[in-house]
Nanobody
Framework: QGQLVESGGGLAQAGGSLRLTCVDS????????LSWFRQAPGKDREFVAG???????YYKNSVEGRFTISRDNAKNTVYLQMDRLEPEDTALYYC??????????????????WGQGTQVTVSA
């Protein structure tokens, strides 16, 4: 089984931007639904954004209009462009893959593979 590897996390000021990248070493990438989740200390892991194998996108309400998820199937890569960051966006961000996923799955167990996470910290 292939691995998902996230990168691009770091420190940003409120109002700033970061771009997260997740690269899949597996196969049949174009058949995957891909999502970004995040987890802050003491909080549940929550859905942030997803993109289905069809290309349709979905977003958590609080990031709608600020974050953009996209994919490049030729590079086995999914991105999360994060603009107008807020301190509430601070969390460990994970990418996850679901076979033939629509891109809007909230149930964690539907995802067969997870990345190791990349930390995003936003200062006020």
């Amino acid at each position: 089984q292939g691995q998902l590897v996230e990168s691009g996390g770091g420190l940003a000021q409120a109002g700033g931007s970061l771009r997260l990248t997740c690269v899949d070493s597996g196969r049949l990438f174009d058949r995957l639904g891909l999502s970004w989740f995040r987890q802050a200390p003491g909080k549940d892991r929550e859905f942030v954004a997803g993109i289905g194998w069809t290309g349709r996108t979905y977003y958590k309400n609080s990031v709608e209009g600020r974050f953009t998820i996209s994919r490049d199937n030729a590079k086995n890569t999914v991105y999360l462009q994060m603009d107008r960051l807020e301190p509430e966006d601070t969390a460990l961000y994970y990418c996850a893959a679901e076979n033939r996923g629509p891109g809007n799955s909230r149930l964690l167990t539907l995802y067969g593979r997870w990345g190791q996470g990349t930390q995003v910290t936003v200062s006020a």
